[in-house]
C-alpha cells in the first residue's frame, strides 16, 4: 500500500512537472529511499529536475518550481489523511550543470528511477559515471544503514580521482 500510495503521488508530480517546465523539461529522476523503494511514511521525495533555461540562482529556481508545489497540494493533503507525511525536495539543474557532475550522482548511479528522460540524456550521463567509477575499482560500502564511496580503492597519495 506505501509503495502504491508514493507511486501515485509520483505519477502526479510528473504531470505537475511536465506542466510547468515543459518543453524545456529534459530530466525528472527520483532518488534516495523513494528511488530505492525503502521508503517510510514520512520519506521525502527526492527529485532531480533537469531542463534548460532555468534561472539563475537557488531562490530563483525554487521560486520556479513554487507552482508545482501547488498544483500537487491537494494530492499530498489527501495523502497525509492516509498517514503519509511526505514533502517533495527537489535538486534542479541545467543540462550543462549535470554534464559537469555531483556528488549526489554517485547514489543515483545505483538508486535513481527516471520518470522522464528526453533522449536519455541522464541515463546517458549516469551510465558514463557507472563506467568510470567500473574502471577505478569504486565501491559503495555499508555499515549499518549508512554508507560512504571509497572511490579508488588502491588510491596512492598524490593521485587525482578525476570522474
Known sequence: MLKEAFD???NETLKAIRLCYGDRLITVAVYGSVGRGTMRFDSDIDLLIVA????NGRWNRAREFDAVEEALERAF???RHHGIDTRLSAVLKTPEEA?????????MTEDARLLYDRDDFFAGRLERLRERLRQLGSKRIWRGNMWYWDLKPDYKPGEVIEL
Do not use: K, V
Open 99 to 107: 554534464e559537469a557532475g555531483s556528488p549526489l550522482f554517485l547514489d
Open 77 to 79: 493533503q489527501d495523502e
Open 8 to 10: 501515485d503521488l509520483l
Open 52 to 55: 534548460r533555461s532555468l534561472p
